[in-house]
């Protein structure tokens, strides 16, 4: 392992930089390429932001054009996955994927979940008892909350895992009566749990529990409902198949990957997919 590190290094070093485009925000995204470049003096790492599905499009229209820019892709939007299957991604079986749980990691060597997200519903502590928090999804339909909710205008992992959980029929049925609830729509999950906290509303329909988490730590009055089953919306890393600097995009991936990485996903609020590091998301999760 240490011979194949110090190969890909130097290997690295000849690339000089690794482009990466992310949906993550910049301020965890920093304490990453930070971390990388510690490790790993003489190989920048370039951090590129993309807010929700805007990745998918810049993506699509790179590789249409036979022109990437990006070596590495960390995206947590479903269209990714149709990008993959259009042979986007290269096979790169990093070492670390042998910490990975066998669901989060294609057989193929394609894509690795490099941290994961649990969603819940989240309400402002001031303005719902805590009896008052739904236990079940339909809870949610009740009228105690018409024009008292709010949730992301592009909530489709929501949307599809609903689905699947009440299935289709029983699914759309849940959709029109929420979709009566008279529900304010916002882009990007931190600003419609920041506006909760602040009061605007009294719950989110769902968004980030490490959202919640961190700005309850901060003093804000928020707490999640109880609903089940929890889930959990991945977000993948992979190689870009014709990336310009491919050795530097591997040994960043490695680096994401791996123990000092996964820390770090913890240290900005996230909830990491290595099984040997830890996070308060899932240890508060533990038997519930």
Known sequence: PAEREQKLYEAAKSDGET????NMDVSAMKPLTDGFMKKYPGVKATSVHFSGAAIITRLDTEARAGKPLSDVVLSGQLGVLALIDKNIAARYRSPEREFFNPGLKDKDGLWTAYM???MVSAYN?????KEEAPHKVEDLLKPRWNGKLTMDSQSYVWFGTMMQYLGEEAGLR???RLNEQNISHQRGRRLMTQLVAA????MAVETNLNSVLSLAKQGAPLAFAPIQPYFLSPSLVFL???????YAGALFIDYLLSEAGQKIIVRVNRMP????VKSPESQLLEGQ
């Open 19 to 22: 482009i990466i485009y992310a």
């Open 116 to 118: 994961t997200n649990v």
């Open 125 to 129: 502590t001031r303005q719902v008892k």
């Open 174 to 176: 849940f959709m029109k």
């Open 199 to 202: 009061g605007e509303f009294d």
């Open 240 to 246: 870009n198949a014709n990336a310009p600097h491919p």
């Open 273 to 276: 997919a290595n099984a040997k």
